[in-house]
């Protein structure tokens, strides 16, 4: 039976700053009917809370209700995993994942994924990306690049990765901080193949609205 869901992503959410770009990649990615496996890290709920406002609850069956309320998915459209919950689909290759994305990327998670620690889910799950020949896209908020922080992304580039750094554009006239959140999810999603709507491609009038 075909899969009812244009494609499976894996979104991990790590303690950079910048966790309003991981949410609003998790409500366009539930918008376009994608399945997404949903990982929080200890400190990206500390970020959601300092940066975001959002409360995320401890509880992992209130955490799935909390986050699928949050960004409007469908009954079993969202799953979210614990850190050390080695039995889901993320944590083998087997898996029917297509893309892991990591939005945003801490520089410690940047160099774990890196040296292959896979000490946690999140690490694992990119890990098993690498391994499998499948898209990894990371999104690294961090000012000013270490030489560390430089060698890690060019390292996991040449291992297949993408690296789209959360610095957005402005030859789209931005007017808010949403339409800077907008330009650096619409280059995430244009990777991972999906049609969007929030900027228009270069060279493309905005539409009126």
């Avoid at 894996?10 to 539930?30: C, D, E, P």
């Avoid at 087997?94 to 994924?113: D, K, N």
């Avoid at 931005?174 to 491609?201: C, H, K, N, W, Y």
Wanted: aromatic share 6%; proline share 6%; charged share 15%.
């Amino acid at each position: 039976m075909p899969d009812q869901y244009a494609k499976t992503v894996t979104l991990a959410l790590t303690g950079a700053s910048g966790a309003q770009y991981g949410i609003k990649l998790l409500q366009s990615l539930v918008a376009a009917n994608c399945r997404v496996y949903l990982l929080l890290s200890e400190a990206a709920q500390v970020v959601l809370r300092v940066e975001a406002g959002i409360d995320v609850p401890q509880a992992l069956e209130e955490q799935q209700v909390f986050m699928a309320t949050l960004c409007g998915a469908t009954e079993g459209q969202l799953q979210v995993f614990g850190a050390k919950d080695w039995f889901s689909p993320v944590a083998s290759g087997s898996s029917s994942v297509s893309s892991v994305v990591v939005c945003p990327c801490s520089g410690g998670t940047l160099s774990a994924i890196a040296n292959g620690a896979s000490n946690n889910l999140i690490e694992r799950a990119a890990d098993v990306a690498l391994k499998e020949r499948r898209q990894l896209i990371l999104v690294p908020r961090e000012a000013p690049y270490s030489e560390i922080h430089l060698t890690n992304m060019l390292a996991l580039t040449r291992m297949g990765a993408v690296i789209i750094p959360a610095s957005p554009g402005f030859y789209h006239a931005p007017s808010t901080i949403e339409d800077l959140i907008d330009f650096v999810v619409a280059r995430i999603l244009s990777q991972l193949g999906l049609e969007q709507s929030l900027i228009p491609p270069w060279g493309e009038a905005p539409s009126e609205q």
